[in-house]
């Protein structure tokens, strides 16, 4: 039976580049694999962006209305009015990847669960698990309880401990105040902090 995976880790823990190697060893052996991530998640636009350098477009973008499923049935079967694989025999799909899951609502991360059990194909969604607050987005917290599979990817805070938290910066200031979803870019920051430098920087509270 086709699994739902979740790799989870705090920022720079190597989510988008273990996805893109994953891609690769799957492509070497000959097997075809899709691609996506949220529409939200504007870095990179269509790309699934890695921090040491690597970057790939994705096949498609799930829109935060979109029947996940669906979407992911058009491409896989070449039927997608966009994809120059229209109206041309393709191979099945050995694997889905997802970038940046925590976006995804819900019900989207239902139906990843329904592409991996009804069309059994392995899905393997990375993402954050929680915001800069502590509080867990929505798609993460759908996944964590119904993946078949959780993995933690670790990355290490500016002391040297195991990182747990994301901290949102705007310069050089801390910020805990905000829009749950705002894009790391050229106003907002992030850095992966230890239990102990997170409750340093916010004075002692988990911000829940």
């Known amino acids: 039976m086709a699994k739902l995976y979740f790799r989870h880790g705090p920022m720079n823990s190597g989510k988008s580049t ?3 190697q994953v891609a690769y060893n799957y492509e070497e052996r000959g097997q075809r694999v899709l691609l996506a991530k949220p529409g939200v998640d504007t870095k990179g636009a269509g790309e699934i962006v890695s921090r ?4 790939r477009s994705v096949d498609f973008l799930i829109q ?9 049935a058009a491409h896989a079967a070449g039927d997608d009015p966009d994809a120059l694989l229209e109206h041309v025999q393709v191979p099945p799909v050995a694997c889905l990847l ?9 019900a989207q991360i239902d139906d990843l669960f329904r592409i ?5 194909v392995p899905v393997i969604a990375y993402g954050l698990r929680t915001d800069f607050r502590t509080r867990a987005f929505p798609g993460s917290a759908r996944l964590m309880e119904i993946a078949h599979s959780l993995e933690e990817l670790k990355t290490i805070c500016r002391c040297g401990r195991k990182a747990l938290f994301n901290t949102r910066r705007v310069g050089d200031a801390i910020v805990f105040d905000g829009d749950q979803v705002a894009i790391d870019g050229a106003d907002v920051w992030y850095e992966s902090l230890c239990g102990n430098c997170y409750l340093d920087a916010s004075g002692g509270r988990l911000l829940s």
């Open 98 to 106: 997802v970038d940046e899951a925590q976006f995804l609502t819900p």
């Open 116 to 120: 991996a059990v009804l069309d059994r």
């Open 18 to 20: 273990g996805l893109l």
């Open 64 to 72: 935060p209305d979109d029947d996940a499923r669906g979407v992911f």
């Open 52 to 55: 040491l350098g690597m970057n």
